[in-house]
């Protein structure tokens, strides 16, 4: 009877792995994907891939700095921009928005949210009227280019040749 007891809680522990083992593997591989990069963040900004976006989402969302309320914002602005349906993209839009908003209403200073928001600004649909800080923020990334960490600076220069503001010449 010992010997069939075993056999059946072994049974019963091999099931309960087999069951949990896949969630364990995907909570190891979600820490690592904690780790924030810049680079990386940008990538998936300039990617217009939803997958890679909500894969960053989850990075940023625990990743603990003071300007994790931009990052979020502003991949939640360019997921608007690439799903479909229109209360979606208005939702993820308003929520967006007020993230970015926030997060450059308590760090004024902060240049790299201004550059977010910029580079949201340019390609919003003149529907949601979400144009009015584009020249302001211009300004801002210009004259505060130098002072940026070099991944901000390639990032600004990458954009630049896709937009109609902003110019490698001006840097």
């Known amino acids: ?9 072994f049974k019963i522990v091999f099931i309960f792995s087999l069951l949990l083992l896949p969630g364990l593997m995907q909570r190891s591989i979600a820490q690592q994907r904690l780790r924030f990069d810049k680079e990386a963040f940008y990538n998936v900004m300039s990617s217009g891939d939803v997958n890679a976006i909500n894969d960053e989402l989850i990075v940023v969302t625990g990743y603990a700095t003071t300007n994790k309320e931009g990052y979020e914002g502003a991949l939640l602005l360019k997921k608007a921009d690439l799903i ?6 208005l939702d993820l839009f308003k929520a967006g928005r007020i993230k970015l908003e926030t997060a450059i209403i308590n760090n004024p200073d902060n240049v790299e949210n201004h550059f977010l928001r910029l580079a949201i600004e340019e390609h919003a649909p003149k529907i949601v009227k979400y144009h009015a800080d584009i020249e302001a923020d211009k300004m801002i990334v210009k004259q505060n280019f130098k002072n940026l960490s070099p991944v901000v600076q390639h990032a600004i220069l990458d954009y630049c040749k896709k937009s109609k503001v902003l110019h490698a010449e001006d840097f």
């Open 1 to 9: 009877m010992f010997e069939k007891m075993k056999k059946t809680e």
């Open 84 to 89: 479909s349906g229109p209360r979606k993209k």
